[in-house]
């Protein structure tokens, strides 16, 4: 029941994470919302683990240390903390300026077909059957669709907006393949791997600051006004999302494995996507539903949970 409860909450905040910004952008700017996020999930993370202080066994049985010793650990965290926070909160909260929440929801479920191509062709840490490579080009085409290219004859707000949210979940699958061949190896606890990812990130984001952070900001703190539904959503946005459900994806991980854990990513595009059209009131093109059917379709054979049907031999 545990583990039940800790997936339907990672589900509904990350799900909800798309409403927060779409929220936040009210009276903040882009990257003040990518950089609020941050920081405040490195200290969410970094209090648990603070109190945790988790550790994994050496070979002989002794304690490990709480945080990596080795250098080239953590220019690989650096490296992680780019494409997994930085460049990905930057560009999500840039183009839902631009984008409804829902789409952004929608794009974001494309993260395991980019992870396929990535820990295939790049890190080359996975292999994909004909089926699974068959589920990629689903994919890719219902991207396609639910840019809908036939709609613009130049560069829009709108067609950036949604180039931007390909470049975060891009990177994101960048990071699940690098992970995968430089660090998921390493004696790391789960929560110190979470609090390093997020923590380095907040580093990044901090030495940024004159450029993200140090904007003029619209709250009304006045009774009735937004400025506190802004700074709740920015609370939501790191200690939630970005904080306590890593915590919940981890233990969710460890007592379901990988492959149930990535179900995860079926619930988020539907929670993001019902809470943009029942609160915010946003609405579809037509062929943005089928265009994100596809992709669901395609992300369920990339991960093998649909088979291409086979033909019989003759006899």
């Known amino acids: 029941m545990s583990t039940w409860l800790q997936f339907i909450a990672m589900g509904l905040v990350w799900g909800s994470s798309f409403l927060f910004m779409k929220v936040a952008l009210e009276g903040v700017s882009f990257g003040q919302v990518a950089w609020s996020r941050t920081v405040l999930g490195a200290l969410a993370l970094g209090i648990i683990v603070l109190i945790m202080r988790p550790r994994v066994p050496a ?36 183009a839902e300026q631009y984008v409804s929440s829902s789409l952004a929801s929608i794009y974001n479920a494309t993260t395991p077909i980019m992870t396929a191509l990535m820990a295939t062709l790049v890190f080359r840490v996975e292999r994909l059957g004909l089926g699974r490579w068959a589920g990629v080009g689903v994919g890719i085409l219902g991207v396609i669709v639910v840019i809908g290219p036939w709609q ?11 180039l931007a949210c390909l470049v ?12 995968r061949k430089f660090l998921s190896q390493r004696p790391i606890a789960p929560a110190t791997f979470a609090f390093l990812s997020i923590g380095v990130s907040a580093v990044v984001m901090l030495a940024l600051t004159p450029w993200l952070a140090l904007e003029p ?48 990513t079926y619930v988020t595009p539907v929670v993001g996507v019902a809470l943009g059209v029942a609160l915010l009131g946003e609405r579809f093109s037509w062929h943005e539903p089928i265009g994100a059917a596809l992709v669901l379709l ?14 019989r031999a003759r006899a």
């Open 59 to 94: 070979a002989d049985g002794t304690p490990g240390p709480v945080l990596p010793r080795e250098r080239i650990v953590w220019l690989h965290f650096l490296v992680v903390s780019v494409t997994t926070c930085v460049i990905p909160y930057l560009c999500f909260a840039w």
């Open 152 to 162: 613009y004859s130049a560069l829009t707000g709108s067609l950036a907006g949604q």
């Open 168 to 179: 975060a979940t891009l990177c994101y699958g960048f990071t699940f393949g690098y992970q």
């Open 217 to 264: 900001v619209d709250l009304d703190l006045a009774a009735g006004g937004d400025g506190w539904l802004i700074l709740g959503a920015l609370l939501a946005l790191g200690v939630l999302g970005t904080g306590l459900a890593y915590i919940w994806n981890i233990n969710v991980l460890r007592a379901w494995g990988p492959t149930a854990t990535s179900t995860v």
């Open 298 to 311: 395609g992300i369920l054979l990339t991960q093998g949970r649909l088979r291409m049907p086979r033909r």
